[in-house]
């Protein structure tokens, strides 16, 4: 069988146990703030080069979730979904999410709660503690460069995940959700 990187292709292949923590960035380069993602990504990918922590996370970069990324909840202790929202209080919001069916309205062919429903389907039990960081964005036109204010999101953000990943304990991700919440609605 063929894999794409990111499927759930090492735990298969016998390369050894999954890194306790899962961090998917979602979004496309090409087509402005939705690069945010895919930025959050490429700082964590050197952070994490330059720290203990690495072995740790394991960082997983797509243009949109797909039911396949169910397969790397598998054996994790934590996972936390980086995405742009349109709509989304500024800086970002940074909150717990459990599984669920219902339909999102998002441009992605799966929410991140969909992906937990579908490993609490195909596994038959509950998947790891989920997080999700949705950063506000402004354009999302195909071509166009980050725009000023999600350059500046983005570096609140990267704040955030890098306490995160230093920190890579449920209690500690839960109070960080309460104090993010908190500081949205106080702004």
């Not at 998947?127 to 350059?151: D, I, M, Q, T, Y």
């Amino acid at each position: 069988m063929i894999l794409r990187q990111g499927s759930g292709q090492a735990l298969r292949q016998g390369s050894g146990q999954a890194k306790p923590v899962v961090i998917f960035a979602v979004g496309n380069p090409s087509r402005g703030d939705d690069a945010i993602g895919p930025e959050c990504y490429g700082r964590l990918e050197k952070m994490l080069k330059n720290e203990i922590l690495a072995g740790g996370v394991e960082l997983i970069e797509d243009f949109q979730l797909q039911i396949e990324h169910a397969l790397d909840l598998h054996g994790r202790q934590l996972a936390l979904f980086i995405d742009a929202g349109v709509d989304t209080p500024a800086p970002y919001v940074f909150e717990r999410i459990f599984p669920s069916t219902a339909v999102a309205h998002t441009s992605h062919a799966l929410s991140p709660q969909a992906v937990l429903q579908v490993y609490r389907q195909t596994e038959g039990s509950e998947p790891p503690p989920a997080f999700v960081l949705c950063v506000r964005g402004e354009r999302f036109e195909l071509g166009e460069a980050l725009s000023g204010e999600a350059s500046e999101r983005l570096e609140a953000a990267v704040g955030l995940l890098v306490e995160l990943c230093r920190q890579p304990r449920l209690p500690t991700w839960e109070r960080l959700a309460g104090r993010a919440s908190k500081e949205v609605i106080n702004s």
